[in-house]
């Protein structure tokens, strides 16, 4: 069982701050003290006991739309790394396992997508499709489908050479023994940490598009999005734009050390208990 | 030289260009078969059907994909990008200077940062778990986490609207002397800088790193040879291919980086005229600035693995 | 404790309670000290060849490089005193250590191949400390390398040095580190375990080499290896180690011949197992007939023209080296490599060539056991996983009844039921080879095919367990397909031998016959250069050789 005094103080920074973040998302309405698209102040307010982070370029509570925007934010990068995974996860484990012309095909046709840069591409077919929350959800996963298909094809092929996965063939196993009772257990420990870092450059990526204006369309904010929003002010010295920069920022940071922890403790390919 | 590497090498320059190609109609069907209809995106849910109509036949819309392709395919081959539909400028012409402002701005990022991230990923694996190399741990950590955003608007609020040492607007001009350029860039460079930096160190350590565990080392060491000598006769060798193979992963990073710094720095540069023409939908613009960026990536991939493939001694010196 | 022999009044090499630790890092737990080497004395006269020998953790390497002053990974030495020509070298710092190492001594590393740097010349390499250290100008340095490439009988001496490491073969590669040891004349070279990444035909040849270098030098040497049969042809002495404690310490003669400590005697006598031949009488109920197989969709053949019989209830072993075609014969039975020609007839029926064609009965009768028995088990799997997993498969067990097999199968290869909830990473090296052992049981099979099973465990384990599989038989019936390298084994656990040369068979019958002389050619090249734990074989062997070494 997980040892409660044995996780190091950054995974635990990590896990409080994400934490609060999942919290902010998900009980927006309850927690923002003001609405989405309210008005409620001038232009810019400094922070103050009534706007706590101050107003924005519209005279909105800072605050509020920064709650709105966790809502936001991590909702469209959830989906996003859920599409990602499950199709990148799938396609590369039958690809491993199966081999073949499926195998070659799809390596070659995920070789070719990241031979284009991500946002490059991303901004390419943005260009023609409609700015809508689905679009978003679909091309981000999509594209980053093709690290997620590398990484566990790389894994699957590495474990399914391994002499205990001959000797389940040799026994005359079916595919999906071999998949999920030989496999998958041994390839979940690198898995579970990509899936946190694939998080992140969901995150970030959804962050540069929105910045770009390309991402979440107004009224609807996410952080990315709010920088864009306040970025004119930085040049008269008001600081708005930073706090949903440094806001993506440490939601980041604190994934990344919640990741790089459960990479630690499980990465070694030995252990099969006692690696708490 | 061999015969064999020679053969590699065209065989991976050959390769590179087939990936091109691929790119190249992926980009084109990427624009043309997705749903949604250029004409209309340009002219808006308003236009008449008789605009639309007129507007289709102007852009060949009409003929089928694969004609248009190849139209378009021949015009890159030739220099011909086509013409911008919002502004009705030839593309070429307007990306000449912008490219240039590009390469410029990445040029002295990667100036700075690669011999930076060399020299700290060394001092890195020479003081290993020391606090040099914790610190660079940390630092890749956080720096993987941060937007270029963060880092530009954090530099711009400090060294631009507080300090007022560089402008936080980076306007250049033709015929711009040198050291006002320079300093109009400084701090988009010192931002791409940033991003890349970390991530570079990092990779620069684990690939020294490895060579540094090797059993040769070990028999350097037991050779009675010093730490110097064993990094300069019986690690560099073996670890420049990996760490050129880092610095163009990197310097391909830096290339998307630039998308996004340019925006921040209003600098006039490919990045900020692919952004500008994705928002007004101006295909034409997007499908070849797009083919530019990605023409790049792949050629900064090949460079770094015909260096792989060059410094690997079994390679040089077949049986 | 046996006392060592002192002639002479101060010694070359004189370590006093050498004491030697590591901090380990084990996953998840507090990191912590462990010792390595507890208080080994040890003293090496000017020109003496010391043999260290012990199982793996025994500290032999870690020994032998304390004379260097040198700790491999964390390793640490926290006591004791190295004195080499009357001076104590951890005193000496760290200029004191880098002007002694290459200079006073040198060291041979087992795999050669790794520890030449890949990218520079030979040449370059064998005479870097020479000229470092002042020895000698390139010049005579280069001079006195072609020499020692000449002596050690390596090809072409005047031109190998140009080749890069990677254009010279493996025991050729062990030759050239041993003159670039030689070639700075150090007072003491330190040998670890320079043959044992060989084949065995090429081992002789290496050792052989190494041996006459060391006389003509009058190099002192410290020779470790696991095989006390090779470390008896080099050494004056031989000093037994185990778990990083002196255990018998004495002249090579009285070490192989009367040895005090009774770990030292299980060490002699490790591969006397007697076995007697069964009668070949029965009629073969698998035979493989004239197989044809190979790689890279028919390129690279790897089996030509391969018929060999098993009889139930015998062994079957299959001998040769690396690249002989013995673990391909194993893949194209198994289905694994579908041969292009040829048929494997099992139980008086035709086997189908693939795997995915055979019935779940056929895959049942025919198991298999491997060498690593570490990757042979699923790591996220217990033993009682592992082993219930045949028994619910093949014959639908599940529940209590399977358990209740389970601890049979675990009373039946000496482990007992406390096992079940063990996993592979929580047991020792021949205790994993034993799961293997009962998981291949649980099937009921009529053949069970052993792949290297016992080259990567220490010695005395391996015999552990060739013991076990022969009891195993005598119980079970069960036939083997014994493949392995090492004759030794074959000549206690086999009935028939088929000995394999470049993917042909090159000899094949009862093991009395195939040992029986006359040989051919390569077989008496393979007998030949089995070590046996006698004091001059070495000479012996090389000198009635009839064919030059297969690999070299």
């Not at chain 1, 929003?229 to 734009?241: C, L, R, T, Y």
């Not at chain 2, 006769?233 to 998308?259: C, D, E, S, T, Y």
Request: proline share 5%; aromatic share 6%; glycine share 10%.
């Amino acid at each position: 069982m997980l040892d409660l005094k044995r996780i190091p103080i950054g995974a635990w920074i990590g896990l409080i701050l994400t934490t609060l973040f999942l919290i902010a998302a998900i009980f927006a309405p309850l927690i923002a003290p003001y609405g989405l698209g309210e008005i409620v102040g001038d232009v810019w307010a400094p922070a103050s006991g009534q706007f706590l982070l101050g107003t924005d370029n519209l005279g909105r509570d800072l605050l509020s739309r920064m709650i709105y925007g966790a809502r936001t934010t991590i909702f469209i990068a959830v989906m996003a790394t859920a599409l990602s995974f499950s199709l990148g996860a799938i396609l590369g484990f039958t690809a491993a396992v199966v081999g073949g012309w499926f195998d070659t095909g799809m390596s070659r046709f995920v070789d070719l997508l990241m031979a284009i840069p991500t946002l490059i591409f991303a901004l390419v077919v943005l260009s023609v499709l409609p700015s809508t929350l689905l679009t978003l959800i679909l091309v981000m996963g999509i594209l980053d489908a093709t690290r997620v298909y590398r990484l566990s094809r790389a894994v699957a092929v590495d474990i399914n050479v391994m002499d205990f996965v001959e000797a389940a063939k040799l026994r005359g196993e079916g595919k999906g023994w071999i998949i999920f009772r030989e496999i998958l257990p041994n390839a979940l420990s690198p898995l579970v940490s990509e899936l946190g870092l694939r998080f992140i450059y969901a995150v970030l990526f959804l962050s540069a598009l929105s910045f770009l204006g390309l991402g979440v369309q107004p009224p609807d904010a996410d952080w990315g999005g709010m920088v864009k929003e306040n970025k004119d002010g930085i040049v008269f010295g008001i600081p708005a734009a930073l706090i949903p920069a440094a806001a993506i920022a440490a939601l980041a940071i604190s994934v990344n050390l919640v990741a790089d922890w459960v990479l630690n403790r499980t990465t070694d390919l030995k252990g099969g208990r006692g690696n708490g | 030289m061999s015969n064999p590497i020679l053969k590699l090498i065209a065989q991976r320059i050959a390769l590179g260009l087939l990936l091109l190609l691929a790119v190249s109609v992926l980009i084109f069907a990427g624009t043309q078969i997705l749903p949604g209809d250029v004409a209309q995106s340009i002219l808006g849910q308003s236009a008449t059907p008789q605009a639309l109509a007129n507007l289709r036949e102007e852009l060949g819309l009409n003929d089928p994909a694969i004609v248009r392709y190849f139209r378009w395919l021949a015009g890159v081959l030739t220099g011909d990008l086509g013409t911008a539909l919002s502004s009705r400028q030839d593309i070429a012409a307007s990306i000449g200077g912008r490219l240039w402002n590009t390469l410029f701005l990445a040029f002295w990022a990667a100036v700075v940062s690669v011999p930076l991230a060399i020299v700290l990923g060394l001092l890195a694996v020479r003081y290993r778990n020391g606090w040099i190399d914790k610190s660079i741990s940390g630092l890749a950590l956080a720096s993987t986490s941060l937007p270029e955003f963060f880092i530009g608007y954090l530099l711009v609020y400090f060294f631009a609207v507080k300090l007022q040492w560089f402008p936080g607007i980076s306007t250049v001009y033709d015929g711009m002397p040198f050291l006002e350029r320079m300093k109009a860039i400084a701090l988009p460079a010192t931002a791409l800088t940033l991003v890349v930096l970390a991530h570079m160190m990092r990779m620069t350590r684990a690939a020294i790193l490895n060579v540094m565990q090797s059993a040769y080392i070990e028999t350097a060491e037991l050779k009675g040879l010093s730490p110097f000598d064993i990094i300069r006769k019986h690690a560099f060798p073996n670890a420049i291919a990996p760490i050129i193979n880092v610095v163009m992963l990197n310097l391909a990073f830096l290339i998307v980086g630039v998308v996004v710094i340019e925006v921040i720095f209003v600098y006039p540069g490919m990045g900020q005229y692919l952004v500008d023409h994705v928002a007004k939908r101006d295909v034409p613009v997007v499908q070849a600035v797009g083919l530019i960026f990605a023409a790049v990536y792949i050629g900064l991939n090949i460079i770094a693995d015909i260096a792989a493939i060059v410094a690997n001694p079994r390679l040089r010196h077949p049986k | 404790m046996a006392k060592a022999p002192r002639n002479g009044s101060s010694p070359l090499l004189d370590i006093r309670n050498l004491r030697i630790e590591a901090r380990v890092y084990p996953p998840g737990e507090a990191p912590r000290t462990i010792t390595l080497v507890h208080d080994v004395s040890l003293s090496l006269e000017k020109g003496k060849v010391l043999g260290l020998i012990g199982e793996s953790g025994a500290g032999k390497s870690t020994i032998g490089l304390s004379s260097m002053a040198y700790g491999r990974g964390g390793v640490k030495i926290t006591g004791g005193e190295v004195l080499l020509n009357g001076r104590d070298i951890l005193k000496g710092g760290t200029q004191g250590v880098r002007a002694l190492r290459g200079r006073e001594v040198c060291y041979v590393a087992q795999s050669a191949a790794a520890a030449f740097n890949p990218a520079h010349r030979l040449m370059d390499q064998v005479v870097e400390a020479s000229i470092l250290h002042g020895v000698a100008t390139r010049e005579e340095a280069e001079r006195r390398a072609v020499a020692l490439f000449r002596k050690l009988s390596l090809p072409d001496p005047e031109n190998i040095g140009q080749r890069f490491p990677h254009q010279v073969s493996g025991g050729q590669l062990q030759r050239v580190m041993t003159a670039m040891a030689l070639c700075s004349e150090p007072d003491l070279i330190v040998f670890d375990e320079p043959t044992t990444a060989l084949d065995v035909t090429t081992q002789i040849d290496v050792l052989a080499a190494i041996k006459e270098a060391i006389r003509d030098t009058g190099v002192a040497a410290l020779y470790i290896s696991h095989d006390l049969a090779v470390v008896a042809q080099v050494s004056d002495e031989i000093m037994v180690l185990r778990h990083g404690r002196l255990v018998e310490w004495g002249g090579t003669r009285q070490i192989i011949k009367e040895p005090r400590q009774e770990y030292t005697s299980a060490l002699v006598s490790v591969h006397e197992i007697e076995h007697q031949e069964k009668q070949p009488g029965a009629s073969p109920f698998l035979s493989v007939r004239n197989i044809t197989a190979a790689y890279g969709g028919g390129k690279i053949k790897v089996l030509k023209n391969v018929s060999v019989d098993i009889l139930p209830g015998q062994t079957l072993a299959v001998v040769g080296e690396s690249g002989s075609g013995k673990s391909t014969l194993a893949r194209a039975i198994t289905g694994l490599l579908p041969p292009e020609e040829g048929s494997i007839t099992f139980a008086g029926r035709t086997l189908s060539n693939r795997l995915s064609d055979r019935s779940r009965d056929d895959l049942r009768e025919l198991q298999m056991i491997y060498q690593m028995a570490d990757v042979a088990m699923n790591p996220r799997q217990t033993v009682g996983t592992i082993i219930g997993r045949p028994l619910e498969f093949y014959f639908g067990m599940g529940g209590r009844e399977r358990d209740a097999k389970v601890a049979e199968l675990l009373d039946k290869i000496e482990m007992g039921r406390g096992f079940i909830d063990r996993y592979p990473a929580e047991l020792s090296g021949g205790q994993k080879q034993r799961v293997c052992i009962a998981r291949a049981l649980a099937a009921k099979p009529r053949l069970i095919i052993c792949d290297e099973v016992t080259s990567a465990l220490d010695p005395l384990v391996a015999n552990g367990i060739l013991k076990l599989l022969l009891g195993l038989q005598a119980e079970e019936g069960v036939a083997y397909l014994f493949i392995t390298h090492d004759l030794a084994t074959v000549k206690s656990i086999a009935d028939s031998i088929a000995v394999m040369y470049r993917g042909e068979v090159v000899r094949y019958g009862p093991k009395s016959e195939v040992l029986k002389p006359p040989f051919d050619a390569y077989t008496d090249l393979l007998l030949s250069s089995v070590p046996e734990m006698e004091i001059g074989w070495l000479e012996k062997a090389i000198g009635g050789r009839r064919m030059a070494s297969a690999g070299n």
